[in-house]
Every structure is written in structure tokens, then in C-alpha cells.
């Protein structure tokens, strides 16, 4: 079983934590509004990766194979309205909208998930399409990967 589930684009990012980083911690939310948040940091990262997360990581990963690696792809689009949050220092889906996106996350099935295109104001409703470890990731994936890195970024 899998300590940690990631999206693909993140791949590459949590192998070099792994491999030079000291591993990937796991941080827990003391936020009782988003109890099931998680974060991940670099092991050797200085002080929590946010305000209300445990004051210590819950644990440590230093094995790509205890992470998974999903690819995931577009079930459906729905356009979500906007609110502002009680304390007026954020924005929520309304009442209607957050039901609808349930809704919807429901009939997509295990392993949906959900991440907004603002351009659009849109939830975009995900699938996984694909789920390897972070070590056959690496092994298929990463060797490309870093041949590349240099020319996404611009630098020569």
C-alpha cells in the first residue's frame, strides 16, 4: 500500500526530494475545517509548509515505492459560482456549487478528484487513468525527464 498518492506533474519534483532532499515528509492539518489535508515537503525543508499544519511530520518517506503516481484524465467540466468566505479572507464554492461538485466527484467514482481552471471558473472533474509507484515512474519516465528539464525552464 501507497503512504502517498501524487499527480504526475509532481513526479519529478518528489523524486528529487527523494534522492537529494532526504526523502519526503508528510504533514498532517490541525485545521478542523480541512482535517483530511495532507502536505508533502523535502525532508530537510526549515519549519511547516503551512500555518496550520502539525507542528512535526507524521512521517518520513525515503522509498519511491511507497508513493504512487497517478496520471489522471478529464471526466467532465462544471462551472462553479463563488463566494466570499465569512471571514473575508478567502473564497468558497457556494452551497450549490460545492453539492454539484460532489455530486459529480460521486458519479466519477474512486479516485476522482477535482482542480479549478480559473480562466474558465471551471472544476475540472479528473479520473485516474493510469497508476504506477514512483519507482517505475522513475524507472520509465525520469532519465527523459531530466534530458529535458534544462530546456522547459529556458536555461542553456
Same mark, same amino acid.
Given at each position: 500500500?501507497?503512504?502517498? @498518492?501524487?499527480? !504526475?506533474?509532481h513526479?519529478?519534483?518528489? +523524486?528529487? #526530494?527523494? @534522492?537529494?532532499?532526504?526523502? *519526503?515528509?508528510? #504533514?498532517h492539518?490541525?485545521?478542523?475545517?480541512?482535517?483530511?489535508? !495532507?502536505w508533502?515537503?523535502p525532508?530537510?525543508?526549515? $519549519? =511547516?509548509?503551512? #500555518?496550520?499544519?502539525?507542528?512535526?511530520?507524521?512521517?518520513? !518517506?525515503?522509498?519511491?515505492?511507497e508513493i504512487?503516481? *497517478?496520471?489522471?484524465?478529464?471526466?467532465? =467540466?462544471?462551472? +462553479?459560482?463563488?463566494? *466570499?468566505? $465569512?471571514? $473575508?479572507?478567502? +473564497?468558497?464554492?457556494t452551497?450549490?456549487?460545492?453539492?454539484?461538485?460532489?455530486?459529480?466527484?460521486?458519479?466519477?467514482?474512486?479516485g476522482a478528484?477535482?482542480?479549478f481552471?480559473? $480562466?474558465?471558473?471551471?472544476? *475540472?472533474?479528473?479520473?485516474?487513468?493510469? @497508476? +504506477?509507484?514512483?519507482?517505475? #515512474?522513475?524507472?520509465?519516465?525520469?532519465?527523459?525527464?531530466?534530458? @529535458?528539464?534544462?530546456?522547459d525552464?529556458?536555461?542553456h
Amino acid at each position: 500500500m501507497y503512504k502517498l @498518492t501524487i499527480n !504526475i506533474k509532481h513526479a519529478a519534483l518528489h +523524486v528529487e #526530494w527523494i @534522492t537529494e532532499r532526504g526523502g *519526503v515528509a508528510l #504533514w498532517h492539518s490541525l485545521d478542523l475545517g480541512r482535517p483530511d489535508t !495532507i502536505w508533502s515537503t523535502p525532508a530537510n525543508a526549515n $519549519g =511547516r509548509p503551512h #500555518w496550520s499544519a502539525d507542528t512535526a511530520p507524521y512521517a518520513l !518517506i525515503t522509498d519511491p515505492a511507497e508513493i504512487a503516481v *497517478v496520471q489522471y484524465t478529464e471526466f467532465k =467540466r462544471i462551472h +462553479v459560482a463563488l463566494r *466570499v468566505s $465569512g471571514n $473575508g479572507l478567502s +473564497v468558497k464554492l457556494t452551497d450549490a456549487s460545492n453539492g454539484r461538485l460532489n455530486k459529480y466527484l460521486a458519479k466519477a467514482g474512486e479516485g476522482a478528484t477535482y482542480e479549478f481552471d480559473y $480562466g474558465s471558473q471551471e472544476a *475540472v472533474i479528473l479520473v485516474p487513468k493510469e @497508476t +504506477v509507484s514512483l519507482a517505475a #515512474w522513475m524507472a520509465a519516465s525520469y532519465v527523459e525527464y531530466q534530458a @529535458t528539464k534544462g530546456k522547459d525552464n529556458g536555461s542553456h
